[in-house]
């Protein structure tokens, strides 16, 4: 796994400009930009971490907390809004203890609300890591929550 310094280093002549590419390598590499890698990007680039904080916010694809072992992404899209998705949602919170852009503080789970998951007619649609769930009831996202926690006892 190579390092942040090693990430940098691929690009030498990289300015605020042409900056995506870079955040991008280190969200894939670390799974998230985290506060100590954004103030590394600055010192290297010389460029203030607000400037790169406000660069990377504007696309909604990076994030900013660690993700969890289990990352449940789900679906807040429009076909999934209508399927009732609020109330897997807050069953979700409920369960976890978390909300939105949260990690447990176990690390176990981390919870992301996201735009359409490309599964409209079999919605609501949630996925834990890669693995997709569809035509979620309460129960059923309890069930599966659930199953994830057994598996750490
Ligand atoms: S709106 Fe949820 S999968 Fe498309």
Do not use: W
């Not at 942040?4 to 995506?20: A, C, G, M």
């Not at 103030?39 to 694809?61: D, M, Q, R, S």
């Not at 969890?68 to 998705?85: E, P, W």
């Amino acid at each position: 796994m190579p390092n942040l310094e090693e990430i940098l280093e691929k690009y030498p002549f990289v300015q605020r400009d042409n900056l995506i590419p870079v955040l991008q390598d280190i969200q894939d590499e670390f799974g998230y930009l985290s506060e100590e890698a954004i103030v590394k990007v600055g010192k290297y680039l010389n460029l203030p971490t607000v400037k790169i904080y406000g660069l990377a916010t504007f696309y909604h694809h990076f994030r900013f907390i660690a993700k969890g072992k289990y990352h449940i992404k789900i679906c807040n899209g429009t076909s999934c809004h209508v399927n009732s998705n609020i109330l897997i949602i807050n069953e979700l919170e409920k369960k976890l203890g978390i909300k939105d852009e949260e990690i447990t503080k176990d690390g176990l789970f981390s919870l992301e609300e996201t735009t359409c998951m490309a599964a409209c007619g079999e919605g609501p649609v949630m996925a834990v890591n890669d693995k997709y769930f569809t035509h979620l009831t309460i129960e059923k996202v309890a069930e599966i929550i659930d199953s994830y926690k057994s598996m750490e006892e």
